[in-house]
C-alpha cells in the first residue's frame, strides 16, 4: 500500500510554481533517493509530506492523512513521518539523552523508564551511548546528525523524510551517518532522502528520482538509472 501518494500537486511561491504536476506514489519501506539541481524543488518536495509547505492544488495522502486539507491536522502526521535536516535543528539546550527522550514524552506521553532506555538502546545503535550527557555544541557534525536520527527514531515513525542529511558535514563524518541511514532502511521504515551521495542511492535506495525545474523527470531502479546513456 502507498505511505506517500501524490496525484497532480502543484505548489506555488507567489508566482514562482516550485512543483508542477507532481505524481508519486512511494510503497511502506521503500527508499526513495532524489537527486537534481540546486533549487529545482526537491526540498520543497519532501517539505510536502509532512506539511512543513503546504500544496496549492491536486492531492496528497500521507499515512492515511490528507496533506490537502487545512483542517488536517498537522501533528498526527508528523507522529508518523519524522525528518532530519541538512543543519540538525537539535534543542541546543539540552542534553542529546533531553533531545531524544524531549518528544516522546511530551507527544506520546511515553512512561519515563521506557523512554529512557529506549533513548539509551537508540544512542547505542548510532554509536553515542557515551555522548548522552553532553550538549549538542559537544558534538561534531557527524555525531549531531546522528543523534538527529536517533531522535527521529526515538518516535517509531513509519517513515523518515532526509533533506541534504550529510551536506554540512566534513567529508570524513559522511560515512557514519550513511551508515546509520542504512540501519534505518534496515528497520524497514519508509525514507524519503534528498542527497547528493550515489553510493547510498546506488546500495541502499529501492528508487531514484531525477528531479529538475520542478518535475520529476526519471523515476527508476537505481541500476537502472546508472545503465542510462
Ligand atoms: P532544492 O531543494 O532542489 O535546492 P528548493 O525546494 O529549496 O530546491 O527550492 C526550489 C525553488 O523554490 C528555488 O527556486 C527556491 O528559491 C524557491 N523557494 C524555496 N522556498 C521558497 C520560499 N519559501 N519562498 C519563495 N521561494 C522559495
Ligand atoms: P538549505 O541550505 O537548507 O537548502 P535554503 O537556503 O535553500 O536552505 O533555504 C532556507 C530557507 O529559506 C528554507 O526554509 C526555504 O524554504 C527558504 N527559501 C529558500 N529560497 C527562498 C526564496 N527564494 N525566498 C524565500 N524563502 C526561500
Do not use: C, W
Amino acid at each position: 500500500a502507498a505511505i506517500i501518494d501524490f496525484k497532480h500537486v502543484n505548489k506555488y511561491y507567489g508566482k514562482f510554481h516550485a512543483l508542477k504536476d507532481i505524481n508519486l506514489s512511494i510503497e511502506e519501506g521503500q527508499v526513495v533517493s532524489i537527486i537534481g539541481p540546486s533549487g529545482s524543488g526537491k526540498s520543497t518536495l519532501i517539505r510536502t509530506m509532512n506539511g512543513l509547505e503546504r500544496i496549492n492544488s491536486g492531492t496528497l495522502m500521507v499515512t492515511g492523512y490528507d496533506l490537502a486539507d487545512k483542517h488536517t491536522d498537522l501533528n498526527k502526521i508528523r507522529k508518523n513521518v519524522g525528518m532530519v535536516f541538512q543543519h540538525f535543528n537539535l534543542y541546543d539546550n539540552h542534553t542529546v539523552l533531553e533531545n531524544i527522550t524531549l518528544a516522546p514524552k511530551i507527544v506520546l506521553h511515553r512512561p519515563e523508564k521506557e523512554n529512557h532506555d529506549i533513548a539509551m538502546d537508540l544512542l547505542k545503535k548510532v554509536g553515542l551511548e557515551e555522548k548522552a550527557n553532553m550538549y549538542p555544541r559537544q558534538l561534531s557534525g557527524g555525531q549531531k546528525q546522528r543523534v538527529a536520527i536517533a531522535r527521529s527514531l526515538a518516535m517509531r515513525p513509519k517513515a523518515i523524510l532526509f533533506d541534504e542529511p550529510t551536506s554540512a558535514l566534513d567529508p570524513e563524518m559522511i560515512q557514519d551517518v550513511l551508515d546509520v541511514m542504512k540501519y534505518v532502511a534496515d528497520q524497514g521504515i519508509t525514507m524519503v532522502v534528498v542527497t547528493h551521495e550515489m553510493g547510498f542511492a546506488r546500495e541502499v535506495g529501492d528508487r531514484l528520482i531525477f528531479f529538475d525545474q520542478g518535475r520529476i523527470l526519471e523515476d527508476a531502479k537505481p541500476e537502472e538509472f546508472f545503465e542510462h546513456p
